[in-house]
C-alpha cells in the first residue's frame, strides 16, 4: 500500500569484487505484489472509498453485467487517447470501468487502482477521502452508466438487469374500483426497523394491506365520497438482479440523534418472491433468485468502513478451506499431541517450541517460509523473536534445527515444516501456489461440481480471504452487519467455457493491455528481487592483520580496510566460501570464514560460518557485513577470541607525567599525547574478558600501583568543579573482575598511579576519591564589560583571567579592573544563564569553587555593588512588569527590611514622592501578580529570593483586613426572575438582547468604589455598594440587588448566601463587582441557576425576547428535567420542546439532548446525566433556545449569529494570511457534501 522505500542502483555483476568501500545505494519504490492464494484481486483504498470498491467488486463478479460492458466497442464508446481533443465525444467512464475490469481479472497483483475512474468522475482529492453511503452510491453510479451509454448498443444496459416495476393499488370497499399507480425501481429499499428478517419485510410490503377507515378515509373518484379502501403494492416485472437495500440508519425524535439499527435481521441465500408478484401462474424457477453478494457496513451512523462477501460464481479464485476446518485434518503425531495438550487459549506463551508448533500446524500445508513465521510469531505474541527469545533461546533459526524431532527446514532453509512419522515430501512454496483449474485440466463433470460448491470470499479493499457459507449469518446483526443485498435470477446459468477462464469475453485489446502490464510487473520484480536481496560484503583478510591487545588492527593503515564483495544473500555460505576462495588465488591451507565488525578498538571476530547448506539471509549477513578469512586458529601466530563476550574496550589511559609540555601530541590511535601539564594520556585497548589484574599487567605497571575511574555527574560532566577532576580507586575485589562485568565502555577514562604519585600536590586522597586539580593552561575566567558607545551598537571588551578553584572573586574582579583600566566605580561580577540572561551578582567573599563558578567560562563585570551576605539583590520595575516598566533599576536591601521600607527605599532611588504606591511581584509567566498587601512584614518573611523582580505599582492598598473593589451597575431592562411563571413574551425581535454574562459595554457602568473587610458579609457588600453616590436613587434594600463577579467586562458568576462572608466567596482585593436590581427579594441556592430562555418565532430565524427563569437543578440535574421545567413554565408539552444552549464566543447553538453516560468502576452503574457537567456546563446567565415542534421545525439559527460568524470569517481571512505555529485555530466541522459523478452530454447519434 505504501510502496517499498528501497531499491538498488545499478546492476553490478553477482560476486564481482570492488577495491572501494562504498555500499551499494538502494532507492525506488517495491513493485505492486503479485495475487495471493485466492488468485482474486482486491482494490486499493484512496482514503475513504470502501464504499466504491465494494460496489465495484459485485459488479465484477456480476458476469452478464461485466460481459455486456466488455462488448462495447471503441466504435461506440471511443478511444481514451482522444478524450483531450476539442470536440471528441469519449465515453471515459464506461471505458475506465472496462480497464479496470480487465485489470482485476488479468494482471497479476494484488491491489489494483481505481484513480483513472474516480478522475472520470470529476473527484477531487477531498471526495476520494470523504466516506459516502453505497446505496446512493449504486444509484448514482447506474445513473452515470445510463448517462454515458445514450446511443449505443449499451444504452438499456442498466434497465435490462436491474429495472422492476411494482404497482401499488387502492381498492375501494363499497363498489370495487380498483386505482393503480406503476413505480420504477433499481433497487427495493426495505424495513429494518421492527423487523426480523427479509421476508418479514417483503410480506410487510406487498402482502399485507394498510386499511383506510375512521378518521383517515380514502376519496373515491367513481362513488365521490371518502370511503373506506385498501391499499397495497406488488411487484410486477421482477429484474434479472434483484437488490436489496435495508434501511440501517434511523433518527430517534426523543433523543435528536441518528442512530444504526444493530438488531437481528435475517435474510435467505435463496428467495421465491411469488407471494410478492403480481403475476402468480409461472414456474418457480421464474421467481427463484439466489444469493452472491453482500455489502456489509462496520461501524456507527457517523463512519465505519465496508467490505463485501462474493460468491465466485464462476470458479474466478482458489477457494481454501478456513482454519477450523484445517484443524480437524490429522496433524503429524509430535506436533498434533503439543497443539492438543496446549489449546489457543491455554498456549504458554513463554514456551517458543508451542507456540511456533501452534503456528505451523495452523498452515494448511503445515509448512510456512522461515520469513513469515517470524511475522505470524508477531501478530500472536505482539513482540518478535528477537525480544521474546533470542536472549535465552538464540537466533530462530538456530532454535529450529536444535529440535529436528519436531521440525524440518527444507528449500535450503528457506522454509520449515512439522515432522511427520512418514517421510515428508518437500512442501510447495508460495512461488508456487496452486494454480486455478481450467477447462483444459479438468473434465465438465468436475468444473461443474466445483461451480455447485458455494465458494465465498470476503473481498475487503485489498485483501481477499476464503469464507464459509455460514459465515454469512454472523452479518444478521451487530455493528459490522449486512448493509446491501444482491440477488439473481436462479435461472441465470453460467456457459462450461466461462469457468475457471478469466479471459472469456474479454476484448483481444484489454488482453493485450493485461499482458504487457505483466510482462512490465513481472521485470520490475525481477529487477527489485536482484537489487534487493544483493548484500555489500565488506571481505578482511588474515594477512593484513595483527593482533594487538585483544583487537585485530590492519598493518597498513587504511581508511576502509578490506575489499567489497557484492553477493546474493539468498545464496548459500558454501557458494560464498567458493566466490572468496576463487579470489584469492595464493591462499593455502583452511579457509574458514567468521562473521566481523569494526569496532572502536578495532575489528573483532564473532560466529564462525561452518554449515555451507546455510542461506547467507539465515546466517546472520544482512545486519553484519563484514567477513574475515582466515585459518581459524591464529593470525600472525597469535590466537584470537572470539564472541561476544571478548569484544575489545577501548579505554583512554591516564598517567602522571614528567615531559615537557611541548612534549608532541598523539592521535586516537594509541600514541602518546599530553592531557595538560602534569598529565599524559593514552588510547589502548583491551578485551573485555580481561580481568583489571591483566590490564595493569599489560600496561606494565608493578603490582601496587593504582587503577581510578573517572567519576562524572549526571550530565556527563566532571565531578569536582572549580577546576579539579574527582577519580574513583578500584577495590580489590574489582581488580578480579573483568572489563564486561564494571561495564567499562569505549571512551572511558582510566587513571594510573603508582604509590610515589601522592608525592605530587597534583594529587589529593580522600578515602576511595582522588582529587587531580586542573591544568595550569584551563585555570581561566573570561570576563566582558559592556560599555554604552553612544553609537549603533554597545562595545563590549573581555580580558581573561588567570583563575583557580581557590581563587577569590574579588582577586577575579580587581585583576579585571586593572586590565580594562576602568574608571573608579562600584563593579560586580555576574553569571548568564544558557539564554544570556544576567543571574544576580556572586558574593566576592567567596573562592571560585565555593560560588559554583565553572573555569573556562565568562562572566559579566556590571555597573553596580555586590550584595553583603544580609542583603538581596532585587530588580525594580516602575509602573508595569518588565522590559515595559518606566524605569528599571537594581538595588541591594537588607533581608530584614520590611515591605514598607523597601518601597521608601526604591521611590527614593526612583527620586518619587508620595504615598499611592504599592508593591507587586510577578507570577509564573513573568505577569504582573498579587500585591504585597503586608506592608509590616519583611522580605525574609515573605520569601523573597535573591535577584527577584518587584513592580511599583500605582494606587495606595487598603488596610489590612480590608479589601478595595470596583462597582459596575448593569444598566440593561429590570430583572424579572419568574419560577415557574410564564409571562407574555411580546413581539419578536431581530435585533437581540445579548447575554447578561457578555454584556455590551454600553449596560456597564462604574459607579466607584468600596473598601469593605474581608470578613464583611454579602448583604454587608450590597448595603455598603448602596451608600454610594452614584447609586442614591436606587431605593431598595440589599436582598433587591443581585452581586456578580466579573471576568473582564463580563458577568462571570452569581454571589449567593447573603450572610456568607467575602473570604468564604473567595473575593479578592481588586476584583470587580457588578450589581443588578431587581423587582423582588432573591436569595439563590447553590444548584439554583438563573437561564435566560429564548423562545423561536415560528418558521424565522428569530427569537422572542429573552426571559430569565431559574432552574433548581438540586435534585435532577438532567436534560429531562430542564425540558419538563421550561415547558411547565410555557405551559407546553415536553414531548414537544427543542433546548440548545447558545454559544456566544463561537456563534452557534449546542443541541441540549441526553448522552452516553460512562459507568463508574467502583458502583457498576451509570451516572445521571448532568447538565452543570460536561459538556454543556450550565451557569448563571447561559442562554436557552427553545423550538416548539408543533408549530415550528426549524433549526437553532438566528440572524444575529449568521452575522457575527461571516464578520469573524471575514477578519479571519484578513488577518490570517499566514498560518502562525502558535496558532491554535479549531478547524469547523466540515459539512456533508452529496454524493455526485460527472458525465458528459451524448446523443442518440453521438459515436
Not at 411580546?986 to 473587610?1013: K, R, W, Y
Request: hydrophobic letters at 35%; one cysteine or more.
Amino acid at each position: 500500500m505504501f510502496g517499498n522505500l528501497f531499491e538498488e542502483d545499478g546492476d553490478e555483476a553477482e560476486g564481482a569484487f570492488s577495491s572501494g568501500g562504498t555500499r551499494v545505494a538502494k532507492a525506488g519504490d517495491e513493485p505492486p505484489a503479485p495475487r495471493g492464494r485466492s488468485k482474486l484481486c482486491g482494490i486499493r483504498n484512496q482514503g475513504g472509498t470502501c464504499y466504491l470498491n465494494s460496489l465495484l467488486q459485485t459488479l465484477l463478479f456480476t458476469p452478464e453485467f461485466r460481459e455486456e460492458l466488455f462488448a462495447l466497442g471503441t466504435d461506440e464508446l471511443g478511444s481514451l487517447e482522444d478524450k483531450d481533443k476539442p470536440g471528441a465525444k469519449v465515453r471515459v467512464i464506461p471505458l475506465e470501468l472496462q480497464r479496470l475490469f480487465a485489470r482485476l481479472l488479468l494482471v497479476d497483483q494484488q491491489s489494483a487502482s481505481t484513480a483513472d475512474l474516480t478522475d472520470s468522475f470529476g473527484w477531487n482529492s477531498n471526495e476520494r477521502t470523504n466516506q459516502h453511503d453505497v446505496q446512493e452510491l449504486n444509484r448514482i453510479l447506474f445513473s452515470a452508466l445510463e448517462k454515458s451509454l445514450v446511443g449505443t448498443s449499451g444504452s438499456s444496459l442498466i434497465h435490462r438487469l436491474y429495472h422492476g416495476i411494482i404497482v401499488n393499488s387502492i381498492a375501494c370497499k363499497e363498489c370495487g374500483n380498483v386505482s393503480q399507480r406503476q413505480e420504477d425501481f433499481l433497487d427495493l429499499t426495505t424495513c429494518v426497523c421492527g423487523m426480523s428478517s427479509l421476508e418479514e419485510a417483503l410480506w410487510s410490503m406487498f402482502v399485507e394491506e394498510e386499511l383506510f377507515q375512521g378518521n383517515n378515509l380514502y376519496r373515491c373518484a367513481m362513488c365521490d365520497k371518502l370511503v373506506t379502501a385498501a391499499k397495497s403494492a406488488k411487484l410486477k416485472k421482477l429484474p434479472p438482479f434483484m437488490t436489496m437495500s435495508l434501511l440501517r440508519f434511523s433518527f430517534d425524535c426523543n433523543k435528536c440523534e441518528r442512530y444504526k439499527e444493530t438488531g437481528r435481521y435475517s435474510f435467505p441465500l435463496t428467495i421465491n418472491l411469488r407471494p410478492f408478484s403480481q403475476q402468480t401462474d409461472g414456474d418457480d424457477a421464474d421467481y427463484s433468485y439466489e444469493l452472491f453478494s453482500v455489502i456489509i457496513h462496520k461501524g456507527g451512523c457517523y463512519g465505519g468502513h465496508y467490505h463485501v462477501y462474493i460468491k465466485d460464481i464462476e470458479c474466478l479464485g482458489v477457494w481454501e478451506p478456513a482454519e477450523e476446518d484445517t484443524d480437524k485434518k490429522k496433524a503429524p503425531p509430535k506436533a498434533k499431541q503439543r497443539v492438543k495438550d496446549l489449546p489457543e487459549s491455554k498456549l504458554n506463551e513463554n514456551d517458543p517450541l508451542s507456540v511456533l508448533t501452534a503456528i505451523i500446524e495452523q498452515e494448511p500445508s503445515k509448512s510456512i517460509r522461515l520469513d513469515q513465521l517470524g511475522q505470524k510469531l508477531m501478530e500472536k505474541l505482539g513482540s518478535s523473536w528477537g525480544k521474546a527469545f533470542k536472549k535465552d533461546y538464540g537466533p530462530i533459526a538456530k532454535f529450529l534445527q536444535s529440535h529436528s524431532d519436531v521440525f524440518m527446514l527444507v528449500s535450503n532453509g528457506a522454509q520449515v515444516a512439522l515432522k511427520t512419522e512418514s517421510p515428508m515430501s518437500e512442501p510447495p512454496g508460495p512461488a508456487d501456489p496452486p494454480a486455478a483449474a481450467g477447462p483444459q485440466g479438468d473434465t465438465v463433470a468436475e468444473l461443474e461440481r466445483q461451480q455447485e460448491e458455494s465458494h465465498w470470499f470476503d473481498l475487503n479493499d485489498s485483501a481477499v480471504t476464503s469464507i464459509r457459507e455460514s459465515d454469512i449469518e454472523k452479518q444478521f446483526q451487530g455493528k459490522e452487519s449486512a448493509y446491501m443485498l444482491f440477488y439473481r435470477k436462479s435461472q441465470l446459468q453460467r456457459p462450461t467455457e466461462a469457468l475457471s477462464s478469466p479471459h472469456y469475453k474479454v476484448p483481444h485489446h484489454l488482453i493485450q493491455m493485461a499482458q504487457e502490464e505483466n510482462l512490465k510487473l513481472q521485470q520490475m520484480r525481477e529487477e527489485y528481487e536482484a537489487s534487493n536481496n544483493h548484500v555489500e560484503l565488506r571481505v578482511h583478510l588474515a594477512s593484513s592483520y595483527r593482533l594487538i591487545n585483544g583487537a585485530l588492527q590492519p598493518i597498513n593503515s587504511e581508511p576502509n580496510p578490506g575489499t567489497a564483495l557484492l553477493f546474493d544473500r539468498r545464496k548459500t555460505v558454501g557458494e560464498l566460501r567458493l566466490a572468496i576462495y576463487e579470489q584469492q588465488e595464493q591462499w593455502e591451507g583452511d579457509m574458514v570464514v567468521t562473521l566481523a565488525k569494526m569496532l572502536p578498538a578495532g575489528l573483532h571476530l564473532y560466529n564462525t560460518l561452518t554449515d555451507d547448506s546455510v542461506l547467507l539471509s539465515s546466517a546472520g549477513i544482512n545486519t553484519n557485513p563484514d567477513l574475515f578469512v582466515w585459518n581459524g586458529r591464529e593470525v600472525c601466530g597469535a590466537s584470537v577470541l572470539t564472541g561476544v563476550e571478548w569484544e575489545p574496550v577501548l579505554l583512554t589511559v591516564v598517567r602522571p607525567s614528567v615531559e615537557a609540555r611541548d612534549e608532541p601530541a598523539i592521535d586516537e590511535t594509541g600514541d602518546n599525547t599530553n592531557g595538560g601539564e602534569g598529565l599524559k594520556k593514552e588510547a589502548r585497548a583491551f578485551a573485555g574478558g580481561a580481568t583489571l589484574s591483566e590490564v595493569r599487567e599489560a600496561l606494565g605497571e608493578p603490582a601496587g600501583s593504582l587503577l581510578c575511574q573517572e567519576q562524572t555527574d549526571a550530565k556527563g560532566g566532571q565531578r569536582g568543579g572549580g577546576g579539579s577532576s574527582g577519580w574513583r580507586m578500584f577495590s580489590p575485589d574489582d581488580m578480579v573482575r573483568t572489563l564486561k562485568e564494571l561495564s567499562l565502555k569505549d571512551g572511558d577514562a582510566m587513571l594510573v598511579l603508582e604509590p610515589q604519585s601522592f608525592d605530587n600536590g597534583m594529587f589529593t586522597v580522600d578515602g576511595d576519591v582522588i582529587t587531580v586539580m586542573t591544568p595550569s593552561d584551563c585555570r581561566w575566567l573570561q570576563v566582558d564589560f559592556q560599555t554604552l558607545g553612544g553609537g549603533d551598537a554597545d562595545e563590549r571588551r573581555r580580558v581573561k583571567v588567570p583563575a583557580a578553584g581557590d581563587t577569590l572573586l574579588c582577586e577575579v574582579k580587581q585583576r579585571a579592573i586593572k586590565e580594562l583600566q576602568l574608571p573608579g566605580a562600584d563593579y560586580c561580577l555576574r553569571q548568564m544563564d544558557n539564554s544570556g540572561k544576567l543571574l544576580p551578582p556572586v558574593s566576592e567573599d567567596l573562592c571560585v569553587r565555593d560560588a559554583g563558578v565553572r573555569l573556562m567560562t565568562t562572566m559579566m563585570l556590571c555597573v553596580g555593588r555586590a550584595p553583603e551576605a544580609s542583603q538581596l539583590f532585587l530588580h525594580f520595575s516602575l509602573g508595569s512588569a518588565p522590559p515595559t516598566g518606566i524605569l528599571e533599576m537594581d538595588i541591594n536591601i537588607e533581608k530584614t527590611c520590611t515591605v514598607k521600607e523597601c518601597l521608601q527605599i526604591a521611590l527614593n532611588a526612583f527620586g518619587i514622592d508620595g504615598t499611592c504606591w504599592h508593591l507587586r511581584r510577578l507570577d509564573w509567566c513573568e505577569e504582573l501578580g498579587e500585591p504585597l498587601n503586608d506592608e509590616d512584614a519583611s522580605l525574609s518573611e515573605l520569601k523573597i529570593n535573591n535577584g527577584e523582580t518587584l513592580v511599583i505599582s500605582e494606587g495606595r492598598l487598603p488596610p489590612k483586613g480590608f479589601l478595595e473593589l470596583s462597582v459596575w451597575l448593569y444598566r440593561g431592562p429590570v430583572s424579572i426572575a419568574t419560577d415557574m411563571n410564564h409571562t407574555d413574551n411580546g413581539p419578536a425581535e431581530e435585533d437581540h438582547a445579548a447575554d447578561q454574562t457578555d454584556s455590551h459595554p454600553s449596560d456597564l457602568a462604574s459607579v466607584g468604589q468600596v473598601e469593605i473587610s474581608v470578613e464583611g458579609s454579602l448583604e454587608d457588600l450590597k448595603t455598603q455598594v448602596l451608600t454610594l453616590p452614584a447609586l442614591q436613587n436606587v431605593c431598595a434594600p440589599a436582598n433587591f440587588l443581585r452581586a456578580w463577579e466579573m471576568e473582564g467586562r463580563s458577568l462571570a458568576r452569581i454571589l449567593r448566601g447573603n450572610q456568607i462572608t467575602l473570604r468564604k466567596l473567595k473575593i479578592t482585593s481588586g476584583s470587580n463587582i457588578c450589581v443588578q436590581q431587581l423587582l423582588k427579594a432573591e436569595d439563590l441556592s447553590p444548584k439554583e441557576i438563573v437561564l435566560n430562555v429564548k423562545m423561536g418565532v415560528p418558521g424565522k430565524s428569530c427569537y422572542h425576547p429573552a426571559e430569565e427563569l431559574i432552574w433548581d437543578a438540586s435534585r435532577d440535574p438532567s436534560p429531562a428535567s430542564l425540558r419538563t421545567f421550561v415547558a411547565e413554565s410555557y405551559g407546553l408539552p415536553a414531548a414537544s420542546l427543542r433546548l440548545a444552549k447558545q454559544r456566544p464566543h463561537k456563534h452557534t447553538w449546542e443541541e441540549i439532548c441526553s448522552w452516553s453516560s460512562q459507568v463508574s468502576k467502583k458502583k457498576k452503574k451509570k451516572k445521571t446525566d448532568s447538565l452543570l457537567g460536561a459538556p454543556f456546563h450550565l451557569k448563571d446567565g447561559d442562554v436557552i433556545g427553545v423550538r416548539n415542534l408543533l408549530i415550528d421545525s426549524k433549526d437553532f439559527d438566528i440572524w444575529e449569529d449568521e452575522q457575527e460568524q461571516a464578520e469573524q470569517q471575514h477578519k479571519g481571512d484578513r488577518a490570517g494570511g499566514s498560518n502562525c505555529a502558535g496558532s491554535q485555530t479549531k478547524t469547523p466541522k466540515r459539512p456533508e457534501v452529496a454524493l455526485s459523478i460527472n458525465v458528459g452530454v451524448f446523443s442518440s447519434n453521438c459515436h
